[in-house]
T-cell receptor, first 111, second 117 residues
């Protein structure tokens, strides 16, 4: 059974204080690891897909990296508008391509 | 691109009635759509997976006769909550996947807040 663990559960940063969010996973055969951002009362917004260990992707202040056991979402010089819940999910090879989600990390960035 | 819409965004219904939620992929053809449920401060729980033109596959513990899913076209899936009860109150979110050309991303709708009184 695929499993995803995200840590920490919540993170409070000062504006400009860089940090990393961790996503540890176990999966039978990884097809992809996904990062989403979710604002309160909204659906998740797609950020990145990573397919193989060593892969990195960047978007504005966010950078996602992947190893064989975990993924990191690095946030460089965050702004208050980066405050949200960040969800990590894995997808294994097989029918229907369903995602297994972690519980999410709630990030608060203080001005 | 990759926009998914849901309707309605909020619905309040009385106990015992049925409610239909629509999920549409606006700018791509979704061969597979997924329905999730999310409780406050909790992660997404997959309820079922539907492929266009075939019966939905439900996750363990999800009652298929209570949560009816129809995926009649490549751009529309519906979830009907039948004989709703207060415990069905939740945030329901759909996602859609194109599954073409090696693209396995799921794009999510904005969600539907269901309140059963």
């Amino acid at each position: 059974e695929d499993q995803v663990t995200q840590s920490p559960e919540a993170l409070r940063l000062q504006e400009g204080e860089s940090s990393s969010l961790n996503c540890s996973y176990t999966v039978s055969g990884l097809r992809g690891l996904f990062w989403y951002r979710q604002d309160p009362g909204k659906g998740p917004e797609f950020l990145f897909t990573l397919y193989s260990a060593g892969e990195e992707k960047e978007k504005e202040r966010l950078k996602a990296t992947l190893t064989k056991k975990e993924s990191f979402l690095h946030i460089t010089a965050p702004k208050p508008e980066d405050s949200a819940t960040y969800l990590c999910a894995v997808q294994s090879h097989g029918a229907n391509s369903k995602l297994t989600f972690g519980k999410g990390i709630t990030l608060s960035v203080r001005p | 691109g990759a926009v998914v819409s849901q309707h309605p965004s909020r619905v309040i219904c009385k106990s015992g009635t049925s409610v239909k939620i629509e999920c549409r992929s606006l700018d791509f053809q979704a061969t597979t759509m997924f329905w999730y449920r999310q409780f406050p401060k909790k992660s997404l729980m997959l309820m079922a997976t539907s492929n266009e033109g075939s019966k939905a596959t439900y996750e363990q513990g999800v009652e298929k006769d209570k949560f009816l899913i129809n995926h009649a076209s490549l751009t529309l899936s519906t979830l009907t909550v039948t004989s709703a009860h207060p415990e069905d109150s939740s945030f329901y979110i759909c996602s859609a996947s194109e599954l073409a050309g090696g693209n396995y991303e799921q794009y999510f709708g904005p969600g539907t807040r269901l309140t059963v009184t």
